[in-house]
């Protein structure tokens, strides 16, 4: 890769490292005209791999519309997205589906689990779907990680709501993929599980060698990141790194403020 102009919003890749995820002038409008709500508004952007990043706003700062394009679940209006190397903005729905199963890990707010199937047998789906022989040796290794190596005939209906996050992360794990995709992963769970389900998302970085990219509102959720992007009207606005969970929440205070006199005007 040539080189190319820093922006504060650019970290450093590391030594011997790759970018996992850029965003390269993205922007998302919804809408035309007056009535067009612009989501996103230029977003430049490069993660290493093997980094943890978190990204909070305001309600209504772009962080879903972020998520979304950053992850091929949504395009872009303009700009280009890459992951892995693979520049996905334009690629046809069939390869872009394929790169998902793949390449890619999501883990969401509601586990998002098959109920029919057993905890090995979600844990598996990505294989199945991607058209690859399911790996059961592969699935016990992540399911033993995520500390569930003796529920893998259970159902996610006799899991507590902790233990389905497990699951979850663990079929997000499975292909080893190049980026893990986190929308509030810890929203429906208490404090004690949270902290558990975060630790795991951090062991997977430190230990596995994973990317993880996280949507969240809890400022303690952030601080298991190694930087914290803060998106304000569509833009990313700040970073911190390394930072406590009270610096980072008094950094959101700041941005909601600003956000409701905006709003107010």
């Known amino acids: 890769m040539g080189l190319r102009k820093k922006r504060h919003t650019e970290p450093e890749a590391t030594p011997g490292g790759s970018w996992a995820v850029e965003l390269r002038g993205v922007r998302r409008q919804y809408g035309r005209g007056g009535g067009a709500v612009h989501a996103l508004r230029g977003i430049d952007l490069a993660l290493p791999s093997g980094t943890f990043t978190a990204v909070m706003?305001?309600?209504?700062?772009?962080?879903?519309?972020?998520?979304?394009?950053?992850?091929?679940?949504?395009?872009?209006?303009?700009?280009?997205?890459?992951?892995?190397?693979?520049?996905?903005?334009?690629?046809?729905?069939?390869?872009?589906?394929?790169?998902?199963?793949?390449?890619?890990?999501?883990?969401?707010?509601?586990?998002?689990?098959?109920?029919?199937?057993?905890?090995?047998?979600?844990?598996?789906?990505?294989?199945?779907?991607?058209?690859?022989r399911p790996d059961r040796r592969r699935a016990a290794d992540v399911l033993t990680r995520v500390g569930l190596g003796d529920k893998g005939r259970r159902r996610p209906g006799e899991l507590s709501g902790g233990q389905q996050q497990r699951v979850a992360i663990a079929r997000a794990l499975v292909t080893d993929p190049d980026v893990i995709f986190a929308d509030e992963p810890t929203g429906a769970l208490d404090t004690t599980t949270a902290q558990e389900i975060l630790g795991l998302l951090r062991a997977a970085v430190d230990r596995m060698g994973a990317t993880v990219v996280m949507v969240t509102h809890d400022p303690v959720a952030a601080a298991h990141a190694d930087r914290v992007l803060f998106l304000a009207d569509g833009a990313i606005v700040d970073q911190l790194t390394g930072a406590s969970p009270d610096a980072i929440a008094g950094r959101m205070s700041t941005l909601t403020t600003r956000a409701a006199m905006r709003a107010a005007a």
């Not at 520049?87 to 872009?96: C, R």
């Open 57 to 132: 706003g305001p309600s209504g700062s772009g962080k879903s519309t972020f998520l979304q394009c950053a992850a091929g679940l949504d395009r872009p209006t303009d700009g280009t997205v890459v992951l892995g190397g693979t520049a996905i903005t334009g690629m046809n729905e069939n390869k872009l589906t394929e790169l998902r199963r793949t390449r890619l890990g999501f883990v969401f707010q509601a586990f998002n689990l098959l109920p029919s199937l057993t905890v090995e047998q979600n844990v598996l789906l990505p294989m199945r779907l991607a058209g690859r």
